[in-house]
């Protein structure tokens, strides 16, 4: 069953100077079918200005569709009547820590959502102490805010769209102002969601060692999209991702110039053990 | 460091005045600074300070903290004081040069600067002992008739507890601002007053516009978050009256009904 679909997707961007007259119309999203299995782990990759962010936003209902329709969990996102059950079943996570968290405490910013929804007081708290203890920061529900890393400060963000108990949710470069522990932990605890929760997940970023459990990626260029497959059919096109301005990861660059080079490898290796039993097996 | 300031002037520590509902403690203090107005004689004096002196006891914060918060109106206090006494006519006690003290504007120089004190220590001490945080959430329940009025109680209480939220966030974010134009020779240090206020004029226009963004940023992820304002909301720590909240209401009407009582007898 599909729990985010989009057809024939269109965002038009209308630039404007200072009178209001329309300078100028830049197309974001450009004709974009897209299908997201419910319970799947989904990755959409693309350099800056693909019109990743963009789409994402659409899934929350952020944006209205230009053209096109996008429907989560069987609701069309342009329909007014629906829109918070649309922002319940499709929670957003933001690039930056700072900007997301409305709490003063830890457990106050995950109880805001269900604050919102009109959650009853007990169930609040019940699953406040869920969310946090999915994501790992239970010991910190005390914690302001501001004491904590930037990973942590993403967990958080995180069990607070949890704490909606959304269906799926959508991270829109959580890790991009992370550094590489904290963007370690963010994707450990989104990965624990899907597979623990069975939340789907789709992931939007341009690390693309974040992708490799990802069950479906999908690479977004000019707003369009380009490529989608498993993980290891998009690395298995090297040069492609290069035409797109995407790196492959290391281990995988390596492998395809070994390859280029006459060594008898498989196409797309993703990690380093993948390699080494290639090479050594 | 900057992220380790303590808003407001909240001192943390274990009492029963800390675990007070915030409703009770802002009534409390405008019933106390209410009732220093309706003394006539000292011995109502002497009962509010009696009475402030056992509430400070309680609240286990030390007594140097609430002092600080008299250094900021100090000079007010003075310049209050000095008119009373010396511009109020009646039977003159001294005189010197031009200046002359009179019994009523020695009498009126005292009750105003105890008055002051009072009301001064009084309010901080209800800052003390309570998070800013449940001084919004106390305000909003206590203002919530003003709903009627149409008035935007839960907006405000909500914009409040964000600008706290945000306040060491944007700090950080200056200091960040001021280090990076110091880097490259900006000066905020040498020169007068004014000198030093037009230095500031670089550094308030990224702040800004950095703060806008981050109000657009959040504005969307409350949004995300389903945030649709006051109506229909549910809180995860509402505010609840325990028996020592009504226990509190008591001794404030006791204190206010007895000192008011001392403060009206025909003595002095």
Known sequence: ?281 | MLRDITLGQYYQTESVLHKLDPRVKIGGTLLFILTLFFYKNFLGYLAAILFLAAVIRLSHVPFSYMIKGMRSILFLLLITVAFNLFLTPGTVLVAFWKLKITQEGLKAAVTIALRLTMLIIGSSLMTLTTTPNNLTDGMEKMMGFMKIFKAPVHEMAMMMSIALRFIPILLEETDKIMKAQMARGADFESGNLIARAKAMVPLLVPLFISAFRRANDLAMAMEARCYRGGEGRTKMKPLQYKKRDYLAYLCMVGFMAGSIWLGRLPVL
Not at chain 1, 8 to 32: K, Q, W
Not at chain 1, 148 to 176: C, F, N, Y
Not at chain 1, 233 to 250: A, G, H, I, N
């Open chain 1, 1 to 281: 069953m599909s729990i985010v679909k989009t057809k024939d997707l269109v965002f038009e961007y209308i630039r404007r100077d200072e009178e209001g007259n329309v300078e100028g119309i830049t197309t974001a999203v450009d004709h974009v079918n897209l299908t997201v299995r419910e319970g799947s782990f989904i990755a959409i990759l693309g350099h800056n200005g693909s019109g990743k962010s963009t789409l994402a936003k659409h899934i929350n209902a952020i944006l209205d569709p230009t053209e096109g329709t996008v429907w989560v969990d069987g609701m069309d996102t342009a329909d007014p009547e629906k829109l918070w059950d649309i922002r319940q079943r499709a929670g957003m996570v933001f690039q930056n820590p700072d900007n997301q968290i409305i709490g003063q405490v830890v457990e106050e910013d995950v109880g805001f959502g269900p604050e919102n929804m009109g959650v009853p007081t007990e169930e609040i708290w019940q699953r406040v102490e869920e969310s946090l203890r999915a994501v790992g920061m239970y010991e910190y529900r005390k914690y302001s805010p501001n004491k904590l890393s930037g990973g942590q400060k993403q967990r958080v963000s995180i069990a607070g769209v949890l704490a909606m108990h959304p269906k799926v949710i959508v991270l829109d470069e959580p890790t991009a102002m992370l550094d590489p522990s904290g963007r370690k932990e963010v994707i450990r605890a989104v990965r624990a969601l899907n597979q623990v929760e069975g939340v789907t997940v789709i992931l939007i970023t341009h690390y693309m060692e974040e992708i490799v459990h990802a069950d479906q990626v999908f690479v977004m260029d000019q707003g369009r999209i380009a490529m989608e497959g498993t993980p290891r059919e998009v690395f298995s096109r090297v040069e492609e991702l290069k035409s797109l301005r995407l790196d492959v990861p290391q281990v995988t660059l390596l492998a395809y110039e070994l390859k280029k080079r006459g060594l008898e490898l498989p196409d797309g290796i993703l990690t380093t053990e993948e390699l080494v039993k290639a090479l050594c097996g």
